[in-house]
C-alpha cells in the first residue's frame, strides 16, 4: 500500500503571522474535506517549515503571561501573541527551526498522542543526526526534548476534529536570552540550548532542514510533496 502523502510548504524566514495565515488557510481546507481513514495515496495534509524573522513570545491555552509581563515582552521589541497551542509561553525568533503539520490524524492512522510523541522522535532524531546521542523525550510535564536538564526542543500542538495544529520549534542558532525573560513552558529550574551551543559550531536552519525531513518521513511513514507556492 502506497503511503499517505503529505504537502511540504518550506516558507524561509517569514513573519510569524504569515506563518499563523497559512496555517489557518490549511485549517479550514481540512475541515472542508470529508474525514477518512488512512488508504492508499491518501493526502493527509500539510507540512510547513519556516525560520522566524523577529522575536515573538506566545502563549498557549494555558496563558502564561500576565498584561503586566506582557507589555514587559513588548517594551523589549518583542511580539507577543495567544495561540491556540498547548501549553504556557514560550519564545520564537530567528537561528529556530519552526514546524506545524496541519495532519488529518485519521489519513495517518495516528492518534493525538502519538502524533506529539512522533514529533518528539523527529526532533531526537534530528539531534542524533547531528551527534548529539544523549537527545531524548521526557515524560509530563517535560513535554519537548532534552539533553539533561536543557530544553532544545519545544513542543506544544492542537488538535481538533482529528486534525493538527501547531508544532515545534527547534533552537538551531537562537539567541537564547530571549528566554531569559519568561519562564519557559511555565517550567521552574530548566535551562534551554540549541544545536550551535552544544555543538559549538553556528548551525542553521537551512542546515538541518534536509536530516529533519528524512526523520518526518520515516517516523510519520508518508511521503512529502514540495509545494511551489504556499497558496
Known amino acids: 500500500m502506497r503511503q499517505p502523502a503529505?504537502?511540504?510548504?518550506?516558507?524561509?524566514?517569514?513573519?510569524?503571522?504569515?506563518?499563523?495565515?497559512?496555517?489557518?488557510?490549511?485549517?479550514?481546507?481540512?475541515?472542508a474535506e470529508p474525514g477518512t481513514e488512512a488508504s492508499s495515496g491518501t493526502e493527509a495534509g500539510a507540512l510547513l517549515l519556516c525560520e522566524p524573522a523577529g522575536p515573538v513570545y506566545t502563549a498557549g491555552l494555558r496563558g502564561g503571561l500576565t498584561p503586566e509581563e506582557t507589555a514587559r515582552l513588548r517594551?523589549?521589541?518583542?511580539?507577543v501573541r495567544v495561540t491556540g497551542r498547548g501549553g504556557l509561553a514560550t519564545f520564537h525568533?530567528?537561528?529556530?527551526?519552526?514546524?506545524?503539520?496541519?495532519?488529518?490524524?485519521?489519513?495517518?492512522?495516528?492518534?493525538?498522542?502519538?502524533?506529539?510523541?512522533?514529533?518528539?522522535a523527529c526532533a531526537v532524531r534530528l539531534c542524533e543526526l547531528q551527534g548529539l546521542q544523549d537527545a531524548r523525550a521526557r515524560s509530563p510535564p517535560y513535554t519537548g526534548v532534552w539533553l539533561d536538564d536543557r530544553k532544545i526542543c519545544a513542543i506544544g500542538v492542537r488538535c481538533g476534529r482529528h486534525i493538527t495544529s501547531h508544532g515545534l520549534a527547534l533552537n538551531c542558532s537562537t539567541d537564547l536570552t530571549w528566554f531569559e525573560h519568561i519562564v519557559p513552558c511555565g517550567l521552574v529550574g530548566t535551562g534551554v540550548t540549541s544545536l550551535s551551543k552544544e555543538l559549538q559550531r553556528h548551525v542553521t536552519v537551512d542546515e538541518v532542514m534536509p536530516p529533519f525531513l528524512v526523520a518526518f518521513k520515516e517516523i510519520y511513514k508518508c511521503t512529502l510533496i514540495s509545494e511551489d507556492s504556499p497558496n
Open 75 to 79: 517594551a523589549l521589541g518583542a511580539e
Open 93 to 120: 525568533g530567528p537561528g529556530q527551526l519552526l514546524c506545524h503539520p496541519v495532519l488529518d490524524l485519521r489519513r495517518l492512522g495516528l492518534r493525538l498522542r502519538m502524533h506529539v510523541a512522533a514529533l518528539e
Open 6 to 31: 503529505v504537502r511540504l510548504l518550506r516558507l524561509g524566514r517569514v513573519p510569524y503571522a504569515e506563518l499563523l495565515g497559512l496555517q489557518d488557510r490549511w485549517l479550514r481546507r481540512l475541515q
